[in-house]
Nanobody, 122 residues
């Protein structure tokens, strides 16, 4: 059974930094992509950043470009999101996700963690 366990969330002041981690286990098929998504109160879930495992290519939401960095430690099967210059609008529940096929499009990615809360306040 696929397990994705996020950690590293918390409360931080505007302009501060946090590093999220996602430990992945329980899958036997090769991962094509992993990503971070977030959902703020009253809003839909949005993509924050995706990394494609084979190529290392990354994709970012325009709102986080230059501030957030997604990375993966392959031997540890752990995904990271370094978040710098945090702003109030970054406040949301952050979810880790993975898939063997795609991380974008309807119904994808298919495997999700439980989420970790990030709260940014001035």
């Amino acid at each position: 059974q696929v397990q994705l366990v996020e950690s590293g969330g918390g409360s931080v002041q505007t302009g501060g930094s946090l590093r999220l981690s996602c430990a992945a286990s329980g899958y036997s098929y090769r991962t094509a992509c992993m990503g971070w998504f977030r959902q703020a109160p009253g809003k839909g879930r949005e993509m924050v950043a995706i990394i494609y495992i084979r190529t290392g290519m990354t994709v970012y939401n325009d709102s986080v470009k230059g501030r957030f960095t997604i990375s993966r430690d392959n031997p540890k099967n752990t995904l990271y999101l370094q978040m710098n210059s945090l702003q109030d609008e970054d406040t949301a529940m952050y979810y880790c996700a993975r898939d063997e096929t795609s991380c974008r499009g309807v119904g994808y990615p298919r495997y999700w963690g439980q989420g970790t809360q990030v709260t940014v306040s001035s």
